[in-house]
């Protein structure tokens, strides 16, 4: 997932500013124009260049997004922005260990630790009941309060959500929904601890590691399922399943992959 302007314009607020160009331009690297040593042949999209507030009247007619910084601090901004361009690419990079790891006989321990290393945050699997699975802080099991999350399921509407702390949950914490047959299965939570959240790009990343858990057949993630028409019975008599109609799409998705 590339990274836009707005958002690291959003992460580097610690710093005065004036930026021209698109917010909606997509970021893969960064580049401290000096105009002393302005290049001729200036590449196009995909770079973020910084410059010295100061010399902004000699920049000013370019089409490149350029931020515009004092002097004084453009080396500590250069930094700041190429940390967070890292980080994206280690996460960008552990999801593809994620993808990989669904063809080797990967165990739950390792799996939800590579799911942590997308998140950057802590990440528990639960059961369909919001019973735990397996997590990714050894000796931080936390009591997860099932009745709470089960509520606050009914909302998901196949999406993840993030949600803010309460008396339960003493930080932010994401739900995410991991479908089997169009029957939520089981569910992805994580906890910003380590990290915040950057809650579309957060929200994007849960609802690729669900995506791909819809299919993996490890045999300890299974041990946890039950076959379509049980989980969609099981989701009535639990109470996580109360819509008429949703229950009446349900019902006849599951009747027409039978027959």
Same mark, same amino acid.
């Given at each position: 997932?590339?990274?836009?302007?707005?958002?690291?314009?959003?992460?580097?607020?610690?710093?005065?500013?004036?930026?021209?160009?698109?917010?909606?331009?997509?970021?893969?690297?960064?580049?401290?124009?000096?105009?002393?040593?302005?290049?001729?042949?200036?590449?196009?999209?995909?770079?973020?260049?910084?410059?010295?507030?100061?010399?902004?009247?000699?920049?000013?007619?370019?089409?490149?997004?350029?931020?515009?910084?004092?002097?004084?601090?453009?080396?500590?901004?250069?930094?700041?922005?190429?940390?967070?361009?890292?980080?994206?690419?280690?996460?960008?990079?552990?999801?593809?260990?994620?993808?990989?790891?669904?063809?080797?006989?990967?165990?739950?321990?390792?799996?939800?630790?590579?799911?942590?290393?997308?998140?950057?945050?802590?990440?528990?699997?639960?059961?369909?009941?919001?019973?735990?699975?397996?997590?990714?802080?050894?000796?931080?099991?936390?009591?997860?309060?099932?009745?709470?999350?089960?509520?606050? !399921?009914?909302?998901?509407?196949?999406?993840?959500? &993030?949600? /803010? *702390?309460? %008396?339960?949950?003493?930080?932010?914490? +994401? $739900?995410?929904?991991?479908?089997?047959?169009?029957?939520?299965?089981?569910?992805?939570?994580?906890?910003?601890?380590?990290?915040?959240?950057?809650? !579309?790009?957060?929200?994007?990343?849960?609802?690729? &590691?669900? /995506? *791909?858990? %819809?299919?993996?057949?490890?045999?300890? +993630? $299974?041990?946890?399922?039950?076959?379509?028409?049980?989980?969609?019975?099981?989701?009535?008599?639990?109470?996580?399943?109360?819509?008429?109609?949703?229950?009446?799409?349900?019902?006849?998705?599951?009747?027409?992959?039978?027959?």
């Amino acid at each position: 997932m590339s990274l836009k302007t707005a958002y690291l314009l959003e992460k580097i607020h610690s710093f005065k500013f004036t930026f021209h160009g698109s917010e909606d331009e997509d970021v893969y690297g960064v580049c401290i124009l000096n105009y002393a040593a302005f290049p001729e042949d200036l590449p196009s999209g995909g770079t973020l260049y910084l410059a010295a507030i100061e010399e902004i009247a000699q920049f000013s007619n370019l089409s490149a997004c350029i931020l515009f910084i004092p002097a004084l601090h453009l080396s500590q901004c250069y930094q700041q922005i190429i940390q967070i361009i890292m980080q994206e690419y280690k996460r960008n990079a552990a999801l593809v260990r994620l993808y990989d790891a669904f063809s080797a006989a990967t165990t739950l321990p390792k799996l939800v630790e590579i799911c942590h290393q997308v998140m950057q945050n802590p990440v528990w699997f639960l059961d369909r009941t919001f019973h735990i699975i397996s997590y990714s802080c050894p000796g931080k099991r936390r009591i997860l309060f099932p009745e709470i999350l089960k509520r606050k !399921a009914e909302h998901l509407d196949h999406n993840p959500v &993030i949600m /803010n *702390a309460n %008396e339960n949950f003493p930080t932010r914490h +994401l $739900l995410a929904p991991i479908y089997e047959d169009g029957i939520p299965g089981g569910y992805l939570l994580v906890f910003e601890k380590d990290n915040l959240f950057s809650d !579309a790009i957060d929200m994007n990343y849960a609802a690729k &590691i669900c /995506n *791909a858990l %819809e299919s993996y057949k490890n045999s300890e +993630l $299974l041990s946890y399922r039950s076959s379509p028409m049980e989980q969609f019975i099981l989701n009535i008599l639990s109470g996580n399943l109360t819509n008429s109609a949703a229950i009446t799409q349900q019902f006849l998705h599951i009747t027409e992959s039978i027959t």
